[in-house]
Nanobody, 125 residues
Framework: QVHLVESGGGLVQAGGSLRLSCATS?????????MGWFRQSPGKERELVSRIRWGSSTTYYADAVKGRFTISRDNAKNTVYLQMNSLKPEDTAVYYC?????????????????WGQGTQVTVSS
């Protein structure tokens, strides 16, 4: 069983930065595992923000966050990070960490087996 716990959310002014962390526990992820960051705001579908392949560090970013967000992982700490810079009010959402022990083929949250509880990010104008 895999458990994920997000932290690092909060309230920031537009243009500010936050660093989200996703601490993992349970089974160690294999090199094919995928870690994703999703977000969901009221009235919207849960959307993929970024993902990273555990072994190769291959990354993906949604167009809305390219150039502003950076995903990374620390294998020794079994932790995935999302550095968010130049935050905009439209980035306001609950951010979720997700994981699956395979590569993924789409941006759908249905491909992920494990989820954290979410952390709130609020960006004020």
């Amino acid at each position: 069983q895999v458990h994920l716990v997000e932290s690092g959310g909060g309230l920031v002014q537009a243009g500010g930065s936050l660093r989200l962390s996703c601490a993992t526990s349970g089974r160690t992820f294999n090199s094919y595992a995928t870690m994703g960051w999703f977000r969901q705001s009221p009235g919207k579908e849960r959307e993929l923000v970024s993902r990273i392949r555990w072994g190769s560090s291959t990354t993906y970013y949604a167009d809305a966050v390219k150039g502003r967000f950076t995903i990374s992982r620390d294998n020794a700490k079994n932790t995935v990070y999302l550095q968010m810079n130049s935050l905009k009010p439209e980035d306001t959402a609950v951010y979720y960490c997700a994981a699956v022990n395979t590569v993924v083929v789409s941006t759908s949250p249905d491909e992920y087996d494990y989820w954290g509880q979410g952390t709130q990010v609020t960006v004020s104008s």
